[in-house]
């Protein structure tokens, strides 16, 4: 096919094949013009910051003609692209990544190393990350951004542009602390702000009905309040490929910055007010992760960037002479959970208010372009609105919303005749206390497909969650398991393995995780193994060395490195895994360490600012490794580490360090994770649970590789009908009783008995995430770890075989199988053609 011709800015073309403009001449000359030019600095003068600016904006100059190319071949040759409207996106630190993808990192090493910087971590190390989520939903976002870009699929990302992020997370006395995070304050270098593509969105109000000119009887909403919707635009690029996709977060503005009616009559601060309340709209995320709190700031910022989004779609359209009709065929919206599920009544509103479409029409566009993923089961997670909030602010979604209901209860009752429960139940209106709208119901009638992100969890939710509308419409309801960007998560956060795979089996395992396979005939090789496991241990020193920095606590690189990162929650049990510490702690104690392997355990991970038992679950951690780390006894057998304030940056350094993952939630309560696919494919072990895609990661590296333990989600079940009473658990077991004695005596906490008897009053009451029925299992499991661990070789090979059999859980095999089963899109390759 011919390239396009287009008018590449001088200086140089930024092209592959022609690498003009890419070598470290021209990195080190952007850097110098960006150092004077746009930072104001002399080279000589310039601090590490100044540097990663210049290097940044050099970096980014270099995308730049990629980045136009692609929106350019879309705009020349139409075809359907990918809309991911996700309320997160946490993207990670981007210079590394672009630096990566671009393929010009040795080329920045010898431009810095011209201002006298010998190592591009110094750089890295002062970018600040942008904290745009909460934790697996929103990092598995950035990695399919980061896969629709490599396999060259048309896609943008919508979202919103926080002022403030994620909180930063310190440690005080052993209690989380959050800080704001000012993620923006120095300037961030990888945004483009689009003014002039700015969108405007009403809330509040009322609607009134009216005849148009042809004399059909209409509705049309009258807003109280208006934002304005600023783009901003961050470059996706593709590896070594010229694709180069957008994320467009919204920033919220004033309609106008003052009331000029207020002003004239001396109201300053009256003026401003409506500024300040339409700016507070894109200010904060909601650090909430898997939590809804049902707040109407919430709300507003969903129908903010949904509306901003989807009026940005319909102009796409307009600016191409391409009839709005046609709109499925060139826009496949996916909903990231229910957080933009808005957009199916905001979609109709537009195509059937402004667009003037008949309802079946604009309804059949929407249901033709709009599907949707569940990322949970738990009830508290079920975005669910107040209906008086609902209509306060969204009127004239309120009344479509309800039309939609009403259309679609009458096609339940011809299936169930005279079923009034099926109707209760299926209804977007929950009738039951208070009004409420579910948005899930909202989406999964709205959608073509509904689908759920590992097999178990998808089983799930046609089994128990949606299971009436499972049988309605059994096609609509399919599974794609997650997987995770080989780029960030292997080839940038581990180099050494990268080093020895690219040796091994070539490059080419970095867009084809599947030749990680032939790695399975080295695992009786002595030799390999070897190498495998010192790049584990060059992973490990280097995070030693944080741990020290960060911490004071000194650990043992030659230690087992026990690992649990994610967000505290109940449900994923770090309250678990800490008890099995004071466990090993106590044998420790009496002398029993036949069987103990020296272990770092280490955790990491916020809890949200309301969340009580989290909160107390870090203080509980912070309060054993304080017992352990100080007693002599401990020395080289166990160490306890809470590593503060994780996220993207850190966990760089975490997944390539581990041996051992734990992944231990309740059966049938992690609807996936992703964390245990980045320590799979960085060589860890699994020590987890049937539960989300554990499950696949054992089928894949098999059994035998895997530390499975605890009750699968039916037996939970089944305990849970007959009634659970953990003390019958603890009766039968020495060990956890005595290991619950320490605690409630003080031993962790100074000889204050009252502090973690929050957790004691859990654990043996009715806690509903099963901790005391799986400890004696899970104390079991850990024994065959420290065993295997003895044998390193054998632990070796284990490893070897984790990472040569995780391929599957590359988010380009996501990518795929959402392109060809779900958004039925197909790649659409660039092409550049310099101009000389
Ligand atoms: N909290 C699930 O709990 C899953 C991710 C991404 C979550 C994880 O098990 O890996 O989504 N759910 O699919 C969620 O955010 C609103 O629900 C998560 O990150």
Known sequence: SQSLDLRLPTPGCYADPVRAGMDADA?????????????????????????????????????????????????????????YLSAEFLIGPQLNNNLLNLGIKKEAEEALKRFGIESLNEILEVEEEPGLGNGGLGRLAACYMESLASLQVPAVGYGIRYEFGIFNQLIRDGWQVEVTDKWLKGGWPWELPQPDEACLVGFGGQTESYTDDNGNY???????????????????????????????????????????????????????????????????????????????????????????????????????????EEFPNHWTVQLNDTHPAIAVAELMRLLIDQHRLDWDKAWEITNRSVAYTNHTLLPEALEKWDLSLFKNLLPRHLELIYEINRRFLQQVRLKYPGNDLILRKLSIIDEEGGKAIRMAHLATIGA?????????????????????????????FTNVTNGVTPRRWVALANPELSKLLDKEIGPN?????????????????????????????????????????????????????????????????????????????????????????????????????????????????????????ADPDMDGLLRVVFLPDYNVKLGEQVYPATDLSEQISTAGKEASGTGNMKFAMNGALTI?????????????VGAE??????????????????????????????????????????????????????IINILTGNDPFFVMADFDDYLRAQDEVSKAWKKSKKWNRMALLNTARSGFFSSDRSIREYCQSIWKVKPLPVEISCEK
């Open 218 to 324: 209409r509705s049309r909403w009258i807003p109280s309040e208006h934002a304005i919707g600023v783009p901003h635009d961050v470059p996706v690029l593709g590896y070594r490929v010229n694709s180069c996709d957008r994320l467009r977060l919204w920033r919220a503005d004033a309609t106008e910055s003052f009331d000029f009616y207020a002003f004239n009559i001396g109201d300053y601060y009256g003026a401003v007010e409506e500024k300040v309340a339409s700016e507070t709209l894109s200010k904060v995320l909601y650090p909430n992760d898997g939590t809804d709190e049902g707040r109407r700031l919430r709300l507003k910022q969903q129908h903010f960037f949904v509306s901003c989004s989807l009026q940005d779609m319909l102009r796409s359209l307009e600016k191409r002479s391409i009839a709005v």
């Open 448 to 476: 073509h497909h509904v689908n759920g992100v590992a097999a178990l969890h998808s089983d799930l939710i046609k089994r128990q969650l949606l299971p009436e509308f499972a049988q309605l419409w059994p096609e609509k």
């Open 688 to 700: 987890g649970t049937l539960d989300g895609a554990n499950v696949e990661i054992r089928d894949r």
């Open 27 to 83: 990195v080190f000359d952007g850097m110098t013009e960006h150092l004077f030019f746009t930072l104001g600095k002399l080279a000589t003068s310039a601090s590490l910051r100044d540097l990663y600016m210049a290097l940044s904006f050099a970096v980014r100059d270099r995308l730049m003609s990629r980045y136009l190319t692609s929106q350019e071949t879309i705009r020349a040759r139409p075809q359907k692209t990918v809309a």
């Open 705 to 758: 590789n895997f530390f499975l333990f605890g009750k699968t989600e039916s037996e939970i079940m089944e305990l849970r009908d007959q009634g659970y009473s953990p003390n019958s658990f603890i009766a039968e077991s020495n060990e956890l009783q005595e290991t619950l004695k320490l605690i409630e005596v003080g031993h962790f906490s100074n000889g204050d008995s009252e502090l973690f008897r929050p």
């Open 509 to 629: 395992w970095i867009t084809n995780m599947d030749l990680l396979l032939e790695l399975e005939k080295k695992e009786n090789d002595s030799n390999f193994l070897d190498l495998f496991a010192s790049a584990k241990l060059s992973g490990k020193r280097k995070l030693a060395g944080y741990i020290h920095r960060q911490t004071g606590v000194l650990v043992d690189p030659s230690s087992l490195f026990d690992v649990q990162v994610k967000r505290i929650h109940q449900y994923k049990r770090q309250h678990l895994n800490a008890l099995q510490v004071i466990a090993q702690y106590l044998r420790i104690k009496n002398g029993i360490t036949k069987n103990i392997a020296p272990r770092t355990v280490i955790f990491g991970g916020k809890a949200a600012p309301g969340y009580f038992m989290a909160k107390l679950m870090i203080r509980f951690i912070n309060g054993i490794a304080d017992v352990v780390n």
